[in-house]
């Protein structure tokens, strides 16, 4: 697979967006990676890895989020399911998971309910090994600070505003990952 290729295809214009979108992808790519290098014992698919990395947020350029140069119509959380939509019509099904799976923790039936969320009610957790470090590397770097690393406290400050199932599930992957 040509990951740049598929990039290129959506985001053909050489503007901030891509930007963005490059650099944070490359940050969760290289972070996940560091990962799959550490735990040799965890038979992570580096070459998946880097792709679903890359990838995971393609969805972006659909959703209205103007702070990161985003002008779609779609709301941002919607972003993975948008993205994992992109990729199935690409052909590529497990990357695709990816996509829609990393956003928080993974999301729940439960929280897309009872929160009244844009999405369809179902569970959105990431399953695999490869699903779940990219989804951990992810919650390292924001798009609006593309220069900084959070620390495993602001990573965790982060997921806590939207509960405490997802800071759970942070902190057991800590315990894997580190």
Known sequence: MNYQAIIDKYYPEENELKHILLVHSRSVADKALMVAERHPELHLDCQFLEEAAMLHDIGIIRCDAPGIQCFGSEPYICHGRLG???LRKEGFPRHARVCERHT????????IINQ????????????TMEEKVI????????????????????AERSLAKFGEEGLLCFREWEQIFC
């Open 116 to 127: 009244h969320l844009p999405l369809p009610e179902q569970d959105f957790l990431p399953e």
């Open 135 to 154: 989804c951990y590397a992810d919650k390292f770097f924001s798009k609006t600070h593309l220069d900084k690393e959070k620390t495993v406290e602001q």
């Open 104 to 111: 928080g923790a993974g999301i729940t039936r439960e929280q």
């Open 84 to 86: 994992a939509e992109m």
